[in-house]
């Protein structure tokens, strides 16, 4: 607790962070220029994670604004508070005055997506441990002196800080910095002081922690029936039900009203059940960690249990031997621990995690020291060390600072995506209400004219908004996506996110992972390159041809990170691939080795010992103990002696291999390591495996074959998975206790090198027909991999990513240092096409180990087809030191290799802001923020759902993701037929009832049951049934509501409703036994059995059916209207009472209908030419839809009207950039950064 980064954990030091701990406000990374002087208005921003940053806005209480706030809530009958829920920023600005961020009450905070929110500030007492930088005010105004070197302070009491809560994170007021910052944890100290300053916390010291941090607890809150019944009928939406329903009961509409009632209280019913069913599954989801039983070291080394929600940072927890699921973020210490992450990171093959090194410089960063730290929700195995002593971890994060509690907060706060065809229903809802005000004149004029009552005329004014802008349409929008996601669900995909489904319908661009998704999820082990005198052998297929006491041989069984779980070895599919192919068998220490507190290391030997012995001094069979120059420290290892110095064979033991140390893989570093020492050894040696430009980079050049570039290249260019192995002897002198301390760095150097380990990783059968159909449909492909440059190149050709006649142009970054700037350069790669040309081929390995492959190919100009392909080393440095070529980069962008996981993301979002819409498809191991980042993410999984992405495919191949997209095309079509036949619906209504009212009568209550429930509801359910179209075609869907094409179509299909009805009351009324309404109406009232009424309803509900065909879209996103079978029944049954209305109704139902009664043979030929009228109608708006809507020339004229000079899309107007850009990237060239351009990484 010696300063503000053990408080809020700002990470490990950066140029940012190093000028964030000075309090000097020009200094520090936020415009801190707005900091305000007194109380004025402020802004600030504040840092809420890693890339997200909220703006706030101060305020406090205006006791003047809150009496006129007051009056006006008593003014408005309560609508005031109605209106404030809604929009809880309007309560501010009309209560409270700006003032400073230092001493406002109320924070409004407004994020980069836009969103809003309003939030208390809060001023709560603390203990006399807390920071001085968090004091705010303290009763006794002398402060006793403090050192930021204490790990404890002394202040007097009675002292209080200022705080706010978002999105479930703290944040804690500070002082120094005049700013908000995120509380975190134990981030951005110097590894050594986990072990120097962390002796244990009391209990008291733990209770005054707790008053900062708060429990330990990921509380996900399931709000009662009561309350989430209260939240939903609040919604707009549904207070406009309520107004809606209270009219129509008003004006006697009472079956009606009854029919909207029961159907929304169902509607609510359902949602409020499925709102508290997903908040429960959540809960019990995280539950599980928040009510353990966790052992605690204090300081006087003594261990106490106490429940996990107890628990605060700096606590030591002792890890329990048969495992335990974690219940807070901590780093190891102690010990080692075999875990399973599957719950994070989707990967179900267990780690290993290592204690932190004591000696270690760095600073903590759970991202960088990620093998060192235990991570909240995941399961801890089993634990390793040696008898009577624990496993033990520093808890450095709790409650919704955790791992796990960043992820439940991602799930309960996603990130808002902005739609078009959302945003858009939104603009034609405003317009329907601007039609229904001209409406409402128009009744209001028609009512007046005629001396109705004042009650009538409002009544009837008030009905045309219900008609106009309908209730149901939000339900009727989402029908589309509900079958959808159904039949999703039957293909094994399953959402989350059912929003999300619609998006898939507008995916511009795929992401894929390479292993596990591209290609098989494990490696098949193909043969080994063995070097003997600094040149490479022949290929080996059989490492059995190897003997036992070779390097390679032994290298391969012990450089891994294996363990035994079960009696099964389990680990890393490809160790265990390498580990099999030696043929060797692997023990590890167990209870009964460790009783005599002997440290027993891992264990490997051949699978027979009886062909492989070594001579050494036995005494009986018994054990014979070595302890090899230790110091005082030093423990028993449990070794067999060495042959005594006259070289006695007493007997013959096996020949083992004891794994001492392991230095584990590191993505950053690219390689890991183990010390062994074999059984009899003097010494210890050193084993590493890793990527062969870096292992190279890290051996003697001697030992290297001059050839190895270009084998190297062969094999990876050929898709083959290639690692490097070598060995390093050590020092005879390197004790048990030093080796446990040595860093790396000392002895990952001066190595042989033993020679190459080739893996197969066949691409999967599936992947390279779906590549081919998502290009077919201009849907741009790239890969993000962790894997090698040229493997993933390869891949990239095998599956046709790449097709064989485009260019690849791989560029190589370095990042500025102290002698030279930033720098790209760009050079050709060899393609499989071109192997056999007149090219020369050279490689290059640079003195860090970073391999370039260079075509000594001259062109003159860059071709027109080419593909960059980068590694995530150079990604960085672009992001970094080029964002203004970034952009260009990403456009031609394919493959990006050797990407770490928040590369991923950083990817996903930089494609994102060039306006494409991103899908993410992975195995969930490294990919969870890309997979979250991304506008649809599907992860490859085996589970039913999957907190890493909104969609989880069952398919273990990339064929769900086309299946994704058609549906997301049939169901975004769907929603957009559904709107416009709803809208078409409504304002067809409209012109019904106002032709009415304009003849002095309305339509009937029953007449409106039937039109809304028996047709309308019918047809909506049932069209939305119809499947996806089984081919995903180039042309993305065209869903804008607003455009200029759907408009024309509302526009046409409105005149030739209103032409139709007003040409049938013409009709009507020029027949001879035609009798005007007036005669046959009582005073005051205007609803009663007419022949106006009766043709108006009989001509809207023919009409209705109509608008239903026509919106009835088939391919290419949807299959053909009368493959859905159940929307064919419900157009037959509707055409059929129709019909039976029309012309035979039953004596019964047509009184009960409100329409004229009829005998079958009365005015036969009217009825006829009403029925031709109607098909008149429908034909007439067809050809127009096929022939104008529909057409290339109307098309063609909006552009022109438009003249649109410069694409919509970001990264079409780089694209026509780049195409008339001939002399861009200019290749076989270095590029240098043009200034200190800095962004956050």
């Known amino acids: ?29 936020m415009p801190y220029s707005l900091l305000a002087k007194g109380d004025a208005p402020q802004v600030i921003t504040i840092e809420e994670s890693t890339d997200d940053q909220v703006e706030a806005h101060g305020y406090c209480e205006s006791p003047c604004k809150k009496c006129l706030y007051n009056i006006g809530i008593f003014l408005s009958c309560g609508l005031l508070l109605l209106f404030v829920k809604w929009f809880p920023q309007c309560r501010v600005w009309m209560t409270c005055r ?79 910095l005049s700013c908000f910052k995120r509380l975190r944890g134990y981030e951005g100290l110097p590894c050594s002081e986990f072990f120097e300053k962390f002796q244990g916390l009391t209990a008291s010291e733990e209770n005054e922690k707790r008053e900062i941090y708060g429990p330990n607890c990921i509380d996900v809150e399931v709000k009662s029936y009561f309350t989430l019944f209260v939240d939903e009928v609040l919604n707009p939406l549904y207070i406009f039900q309520t107004f809606s329903v209270m009219l129509w009961l008003f004006d006697d509409y009472v079956l009606y009203a009854t029919c909207i009632v029961v159907i929304t209280m169902v509607s609510i019913a359902l949602a409020l059940y499925e709102v508290r069913r997903q908040q429960k599954t959540l809960r019990d989801m995280v539950s599980r960690s928040n ?154 004029y028609c009512y007046i004219i005629r001396g109705a009552p004042i009650a009538q005329t409002i009544v009837r004014a008030l009905d045309i908004i219900t008609i106009v802008v309908p209730p149901a349409l939000p339900a009727a929008m989402s029908i589309g996506t509900v079958f959808a996601q159904n039949r999703l669900k039957k293909q094994k995909i399953y959402c989350i996110s059912p929003p999300r489904i619609n998006i898939g319908g507008k995916l511009k661009l795929i992401c894929f992972d390479k292993t596990g998704t591209l290609t098989e999820e494990g490696l098949d082990f193909w043969g080994i390159i063995p070097t003997t005198e600094g040149k490479f052998k022949e290929l080996e297929h059989d490492v059995n041809t190897l003997s036992d006491h070779d390097r390679m041989k032994i290298c391969m069984a012990s450089c891994h990170s294996l363990t035994i779980i079960d009696d099964e070895i389990r680990g890393d599919p490809m160790d265990l691939k390498m580990f099999h192919a030696t043929k060797w068998e692997m023990e590890e220490p167990g209870s009964d080795n460790t009783k005599f507190d002997l440290l027993n290391p891992t264990v490997i030997r051949p699978s027979t010992n009886k062909s492989s012995k070594i001579p050494c001094n036995g005494l009986d069979g018994g054990d014979i103990m070595l302890t090899p120059e230790l110091n005082s420290d030093d423990k028993l290892i449990s070794f067999p002696l060495s042959p005594t110095k006259d070289n006695s064979l007493l007997d013959e033991m096996p020949y083992e291999v004891g794994i001492i140390r392991q230095f584990p893989f590191s993505s950053a570093l690219q390689r890991m390591s183990v010390m062994c020492r074999t059984l009899g050894s003097r010494h210890m040696d050193l084993y590493c495996k890793g990527a062969p430009e870096k292992i190279t980079s890290l051996c003697l050049s001697e030992t290297v074959p001059v050839n190895f570039p270009e084998l190297l290249k062969d094999y990876t260019l050929q898709g083959y998975r290639v690692l490097a192995l070598a060995h390093r002897k050590l020092d005879s002198k390197l004790s048990w206790h030093h080796a446990q301390k040595i860093k790396r760095d000392q002895v990952e150097k001066d190595l042989t090198f033993l020679g190459l380990l080739i893996m197969q990783n066949t691409l999967k059968p599936e992947t390279t027909p779906v590549i081919k159909a998502l290009k077919d449909a201009k849907i741009r492909c790239v890969m993000v991999t962790g894997d090698n440059v040229m493997t993933a190149m390869s891949v990239a050709r095998d599956c046709h990513m790449i097709p064989e006649s485009d260019r690849i142009i791989v560029i190589n970054g370095v990042a500025r240092d102290h002698e030279k700037s930033a720098h790209l350069s760009f050079e050709y790669a060899e393609t499989m096409n071109m192997r056999n040309s007149n090219s020369t081929i050279s490689e290059v390995v640079s003195a860090n180990g970073d391999m370039s492959p260079v075509l000594t190919t001259f062109i003159d100009a860059v071709p027109q087809h080419y593909h960059f392909v980068m590694d995530g080393k150079t990604f960085g440095v672009i992001r970094k030191y080029f964002p203004e070529m970034l952009p260009k980069i990403l456009l031609r962008g394919t493959v990006f290799a050797r990407m770490a996981p928040d590369q991923k993301t950083q990817l996903v979002e930089s494609l994102q802001n060039l306006n494409y819409v991103v899908g993410m498809c992975g195995d969930g191991a490294n990919d969870c923020g890309a997979l979250k980042a991304a506008d649809v993410g599907i992860s490859l999984s085996d589970t039913e759902a999957s907190v890493a992405a909104p969609f989880t495919s069952n398919i273990p191949n990339i064929t769900c993701v086309p299946i994704v997209i058609r549906e997301g095309r049939c169901s975004l079509l769907t929603s957009f037929a559904t709107f416009r036949f709803i809208a078409l619906y409504s304002l067809t209504q409209f012109v019904s009832v106002l032709i009415s009212y304009t003849v002095d009568t309305n339509l009937t209550d029953q007449m409106f049951l039937y039109i809304d429930m028996g047709l309308i509801t019918c047809l909506a359910v049932s069209m939305g049934y119809t499947g996806a179209y089984n081919k995903v075609v180039p042309q993305r869907p065209r869903v804008s509501l607003v455009s200029v094409t759907n408009v024309v179509s509302l526009l046409a ?34 609803i009663f059995p007419c022949w106006e009424n009766t043709v108006v309803f009989l001509i809207s509900s023919w009409q209705y059916v109509a608008i239903a065909l026509l919106v009835s879209d088939g391919p290419p996103y949807r299959k053909h209207f009368f493959t859905n079978y159940f929307y064919l029944a419900v157009l037959a049954l509707a055409s059929l009472c129709n019909l039976f209305i029309l012309f035979n109704p039953f004596k019964v139902l047509a009184p009960y209908l409100g329409i004229v009664e009829w005998e079958p043979t009365q005015h036969l030929m009217f009825r006829v030419t009403l029925l031709m009228v109607v098909l008149c109608n429908f034909f007439l708006a067809l050809a127009f839809e096929m022939l104008v809507v529909n057409s290339r020339w109307l098309r063609w004229c909006v552009r022109k009207i438009k003249n649109k000079k410069e694409a919509k899309n970001e990264y079409k107007r780089i694209d026509k950039e780049l195409s008339a850009d001939y002399e861009w990237p200019q290749v076989n060239k270095t590029v240098y950064e043009s200034g200190p351009i800095l962004i956050s990484q």
């Open 98 to 176: 700006p003032c400073s961020v230092s001493t406002a009450d109320i924070l409004i905070l407004k994020d980069v997506h836009g969103t809003t929110t309003v939030l208390n500030v809060n001023i709560e007492s603390a203990s006399s441990s807390i920071p001085p930088e968090l004091v705010y005010s303290r009763s006794v105004s002398s402060i006793s002196s403090h050192s930021h070197d204490s790990m404890n302070f002394n202040y007097s009491p009675n002292i209080s800080y200022r705080h706010f809560v978002h999105n479930c994170g703290k944040f804690v007021w500070d002082s120094t």
């Open 1 to 29: 607790m010696t300063n503000w980064k053990l408080w809020c954990g700002d990470g490990e030091p950066s140029e940012s962070q190093a000028l964030l701990s000075r309090t000097s406000p020009e200094n520090l990374k």
């Open 291 to 444: 009510s353990v039983l966790v052992s605690v070291r204090r300081p006087n080394g003594a261990f106490e249990e106490i429940a996990s929600a107890n628990l605060v940072p700096g606590d030591i927890i002792a890890i329990p031997p048969n495992g335990c699921h974690m219940a807070c973020d901590a780093v190891l210490i102690t010990g080692n621990c075999i875990v399973n992450e599957s719950m994070l990171t989707g990967e179900s093959v267990p780690e290993t995690k290592t204690p932190l090194s004591k000696h270690d410089d760095e600073f903590y960063c759970p991202l960088n020291h990620k093998r060192n730290t235990l991570f909240c929700g995941t399961e801890v195995i089993q634990t390793r060390y040696y008898e009577n002593n624990k496993v033990l971890a520093v808890v450095v994060r709790t409650g919704f600072s955790t791992a796990k509690g960043e992820l439940i907060r991602s799930i309960l706060f996603p990130k808002p995506f902005g739609f078009k065809f959302y945003m858009d229903s939104l603009k034609f809802v405003v317009l329907l209400f601007g039609i229904s005000a001209l409406g409402m004149a128009y009744s209001i």
């Open 1053 to 1086: 299909q409105i005149t030739f409703v209103t032409g139709t009805l007003v040409g049938a009351i013409i009709f009507l009324q020029h027949q001879k036994w035609y009798e005007p309404v007036h005669g046959s109406k009582e005073e005051g009232e205007d």
